[in-house]
């Protein structure tokens, strides 16, 4: 027996980061939205926790209990007195290591897999409770759609969106650790007064409306001129797609994968072939958004 769980990647179509807290976190203003690339996160019963990864990507994921994934199910069974004894086979589409919650995707998948498989009859707050204890936007990826996220991230309220937005995700060669484009974000604003987060009413406006354009306007992510020192090529990418037509262009999370709002399928597709061609990127995506979040198969 075996039960399989499909969760999306999400783009921060604004990621507004404050001052570094006493605990080293940020507070954000953090608007997500779940775009269709997806892990598949399978368990079924084993001799003892295991962790295997397929795709094209594999080999940059850990596999040992590090992986995200694999401390989901130990938290869960902590939680209801058993043994994590489960194999965890990670099906990876989502960039590794790329600013678009892959690890994060996992982690959900493996707590709503192992759930079911379990039966623990674990209420959705609990289960959201786990996901922000394992990392700040591991509560989106259970939740999915559209989302704003306060305190580090993982206090969620859900968004209206009025319609489907078109993306191209970029896919840098190489990938960035979070915590260190939050060291560098810190690093560029030593001495500068940082405001307070805070959402923008336009973008939540068009995203309530549908409207590209006027998300193209308003889309923002504080994070973009720390990941662009720490990979300057980025720059290149991103000129690439704003030269092949985007809307919007603009770095995905704490990067390096970088994303690109089209004013609809036709033209993500000739953005995607523009980006491919401009040899700036290893690979490019098309994905739209909102869709929902980690997903019973
Ligand atoms: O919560 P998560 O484990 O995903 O965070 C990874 C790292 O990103 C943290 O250790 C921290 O360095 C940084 N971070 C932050 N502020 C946030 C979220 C993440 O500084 N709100």
């Known amino acids: 027996m075996s039960v399989t769980v499909r969760v999306p990647a999400k783009v921060n179509v604004q990621l507004a980061v404050g001052a570094a807290r006493p605990d080293g976190f940020h507070d954000l203003a953090n608007v997500f939205l779940a775009v269709g690339l997806y892990d598949e996160v399978t368990v079924a019963p084993a001799e003892e926790l295991r962790i295997t990864c397929e795709g094209p990507d594999a080999a940059r994921v850990p596999l040992d209990r590090t992986n995200l994934a694999a401390r989901a199910a130990e938290r869960l069974a902590r939680r209801y007195g058993?043994?994590?004894?489960?194999?965890?086979?990670?099906?990876?589409?989502?960039?590794?290591?790329?600013?678009?919650?892959?690890?994060?995707?996992?982690?959900?998948?493996?707590l709503v897999a192992c759930d079911a498989l379990w039966g623990t009859g674990a209420s959705r707050e609990e289960l959201l409770e786990i996901c922000a204890e394992l990392g700040s936007d591991v509560p989106f990826s259970l939740v999915g759609g559209a989302a704003l996220g306060t305190g580090r991230g993982e206090r969620l309220r859900p968004l209206e969106v009025g319609g489907t937005f078109h993306w191209v995700f970029a896919v840098a060669d190489g990938g960035l650790s979070t915590p260190a484009v939050y060291g560098e974000f810190d690093r560029l604003t030593r001495g500068v007064e940082v405001p307070e987060p805070a959402a923008s009413r336009e973008l939540l406006d068009a995203l309530?409306?549908?409207?590209?354009?006027?998300?193209?306007?308003?889309?923002?992510?504080?994070?973009?001129?720390?990941?662009?020192?720490?990979?300057?090529?980025?720059?290149?990418?991103?000129?690439?797609?704003?030269?092949?037509g985007a809307l919007a262009a603009l770095v995905s999370g704490s990067g390096p994968t970088t994303a690109y709002l089209?004013?609809?399928?036709?033209?993500?597709?000739?953005?995607?072939?523009?980006?491919?061609?401009s040899g700036t990127c290893r690979t490019a995506r098309v994905a739209a958004g909102p869709v929902p979040g980690a997903t019973l198969l």
Not at 87 to 110: F, L, T
Not at 218 to 233: E, G, H
Request: charged share 15%.
């Open 262 to 277: 089209a004013d609809g399928p036709g033209s993500a597709a000739r953005i995607a072939e523009a980006l491919t061609a």
């Open 208 to 244: 309530a409306a549908g409207d590209a354009q006027a998300l193209a306007a308003a889309v923002a992510n504080d994070l973009q001129p720390a990941a662009l020192t720490l990979f300057p090529s980025l720059a290149d990418t991103l000129a690439a797609g704003r030269e092949a």
């Open 82 to 110: 058993r043994t994590p004894d489960v194999h965890i086979r990670i099906a990876k589409d989502i960039p590794v290591a790329g600013g678009m919650a892959g690890g994060s995707a996992d982690a959900a998948g493996a």
